[in-house]
């Protein structure tokens, strides 16, 4: 988006993160946000934290992550990038069900299940649970990408073959074609 960040494009009179929270459950009682710039902006969304910078660089969505679970006051946390405006609501319940149930046959499995489109991961559409950040941490040593650390630590796939809820707005056109598609 040429520098611009995403969260706070606008779309419909407001900014991405306002649709992204929109669509999430009634059950979520806490929002943090991580991001590394606008931090007063953001802030009218929720709590804000800015990750921990890796040798003077962005470090990536898994940094941010490891960055605000310390801030949630909740065991599992649910995750959502700023730009899912189609956020699948649901998605926290059914992968709840599946994640007790996974672990409920395999007690040492990773607290991780992660939306899957029937194509690919949509690697931050997460129910996690907050005991993975020494995993997260210890991941950032070799790799910042996201999908790294879900396949290392064999994350549950959960179905959603619904692929317009992880729309996400890379480029100028998605976001006109987003704008024109609410009108």
């Not at 979520?28 to 009218?44: E, G, P, T």
């Not at 003077?56 to 990038?81: E, F, I, N, Q």
């Not at 499995?109 to 489109?117: F, G, L, S």
């Not at 729309?167 to 074609?177: E, G, R």
């Amino acid at each position: 988006m040429g520098g611009q960040d995403k969260g706070l494009l606008v779309l419909h009179n407001q900014p991405l993160i306002y649709w992204v929270i929109q669509a999430l459950p009634a059950s979520v009682r806490q929002r943090v946000i991580s991001c590394n710039r606008h931090l007063d902006i953001y802030a009218r969304y929720g709590e804000v934290v800015a990750d921990q910078p890796s040798d003077t660089r962005y470090a990536g969505a898994l940094a941010g992550l490891l960055a605000g679970l310390p801030y949630c006051k909740c065991d599992w946390v649910l995750v959502a990038p700023c730009d899912l405006v189609h956020y699948p609501t649901g998605f926290v319940d059914v992968a709840w069900h599946a994640l007790s149930a996974h672990l409920a046959a395999h007690p040492h499995a990773a607290r991780i299940a992660v939306a899957h489109d029937g194509e690919r991961r949509q690697n931050l559409c997460l129910l996690v649970h907050r005991d993975e950040a020494a995993g997260i941490a210890e991941a950032l040593k070799t790799s910042h990408a996201v999908h790294h650390w879900l396949s290392a630590r064999q994350a549950l796939d959960i179905p959603w073959l619904d692929q317009r809820a992880f729309m996400n707005i890379n480029d100028p056109v998605a976001l006109q074609a987003e704008e024109q598609h609410l009108t």
